[in-house]
């Protein structure tokens, strides 16, 4: 595995959760020494027999090399590489937070550094077998999304988050897909079950004992296995799906919480998030 991408992307992160997969990895090494490496590790020694290398921007120029030298190196070894990526937004914010310099140095604004260092990038970007996007994970979700992608074959590479919320609070803003569920009846109506959440086994039978319940959840999981392999197939490693009722508390709970079963069904990692359900 070659890993690259941009500087402050998560690289380190992901470095060291293959380093925890029992892979063996270098951090930073040049791109000349590359083939030396790979020539070790086709000898077939038990500490080589897999191993994750990381190159970056603290090349400088020798990175312009690194085109070439995948493709020589791809007619003799079965090489990965892995762009670890990022939108501006989430760049800046991160070093605005860790208040680190970028590797291009104090002569250019971060902004200024993080363009000029994509621009560099892109053409090693182009060549990836695998672009992650970690602009909507955090640290603990970056290292679980690799351990799935990597070390499970049968799990597919994108991680959906099901988020629940009601609408009285507020429409998540990081949504990437917004369903509205103030169609199904409502348990809040219900006086045996209103003190209850869409968790709750008596709350879950009454709304799906009507059959628009049973019709919707169809639906839904169809678009999403339809829709989902597109996602990734445009290089989207992070998928937030949201499902809104009035409080937050029942029909949407109960949705995200059925949604999150269907997906991993599907073989997709997937996690659940009820935001408004204490409110």
């Known amino acids: 595995m070659i890993l690259t991408g941009l500087s402050g992307s998560g690289k380190s992160t992901v470095l060291k959760t293959f380093e925890d997969m029992g892979f063996y990895c270098v951090d930073n090494l040049p791109v000349e020494l590359i083939p030396i490496f790979a020539e070790l590790t086709a000898a077939g020694d038990a500490d080589f027999a897999r191993a994750a290398l990381l190159v970056d921007a603290r090349e400088g120029t020798q990175l312009e090399k690194l085109p ?9 070894h079965p090489i990965a590489l892995v762009f670890i990526d990022a939108g501006e937004d989430a760049l800046l914010r991160r070093y605005s937070e860790t208040r680190r310099p970028h590797p291009f140095g ?23 077998d695998v672009v992650i996007d970690t602009s909507k994970f955090n640290v603990h979700e970056l290292r679980n999304f690799i351990t799935q992608r990597f070390k499970n ?3 597919r590479p994108i991680l ?91 029909r949407s709970v109960m949705m ?8 991993e069904k599907h073989g997709y990692s997937a996690k659940v998030v009820h935001r408004d359900i204490e409110k």
């Open 160 to 250: 959906v988050s099901v988020v629940s919320f009601g609408y009285k609070y507020g429409v998540p803003t990081d949504a990437d897909l917004v369903f509205d569920v103030r169609f199904l009846p409502n348990p809040h109506f219900v006086p045996a079950l209103r003190r209850f959440t869409g968790r709750d086994p008596k709350v879950r039978r009454y709304i799906k004992s009507f059959p628009q319940t049973g019709e919707f959840l169809r639906r839904i999981e169809g678009l999403l296995t339809y829709l989902i392999p597109h996602y990734i197939a445009e290089g989207k490693s992070y998928l937030t799906i949201a499902f809104g009722c009035t409080g937050g508390r029942h």
């Open 68 to 76: 070439l030298l995948l493709k020589l190196l791809r007619r003799n």
């Open 256 to 263: 995200g919480e059925s949604v999150k079963k269907a997906m």
């Open 153 to 155: 074959p049968e799990k």
């Open 106 to 128: 104090k002569a250019l604004s971060v902004r200024e550094s993080l363009s000029h260092e994509r621009a560099l990038m892109e053409p090693i970007r182009k060549l990836a």
